[in-house]
């Protein structure tokens, strides 16, 4: 999943893997690696690509699942959804104030 990924982002980059070596400090034989399924870049290889392909790190983290992608418990959802109608009654309130 993530070399596939990293394969498509270097192709959209027209970098070569020795580009990629150079301008990361990645061995570009590991890279190729990568790209091909056979190993799996850690933490501190996806950072140094993140800044050569201009991905954030997260983002690649998470397609290397390394890292969660969260989301609210139903408890915070429902708080939000209350903060939601709390300013959409304070908004119609100011517009009346405004109108009079």
Same mark, same amino acid.
């Given at each position: ?31 190729? +690696?990568?790209? /091909? ?6 933490? @501190?290889?996806? &950072?140094? #690509?993140? *800044? ?29 959804? +209350?903060?939601? /109608? ?6 119609? @309130?100011?517009? &009346?104030? #405004?109108? *009079?």
């Amino acid at each position: 999943m993530i070399g596939a990924y990293l394969k498509k982002l270097r192709d959209e980059k027209n970098m070569s893997l020795a580009e990629v070596e150079k301008a990361a400090g990645v061995n570009g034989s590991f890279l190729s +690696q990568c790209e /091909r399924g056979l190993k799996n870049p850690g933490p @501190a290889t996806l &950072r140094k #690509l993140s *800044k050569v392909y201009l991905v954030p790190y997260e983002t690649l983290m998470q397609r290397a699942n390394m890292l969660e992608d969260t989301e609210a418990s139903a408890e915070d959802k429902e708080r939000i959804a +209350q903060l939601i /109608r709390e300013i959409e009654d304070r908004t119609e @309130a100011l517009k &009346r104030f #405004l109108i *009079k």
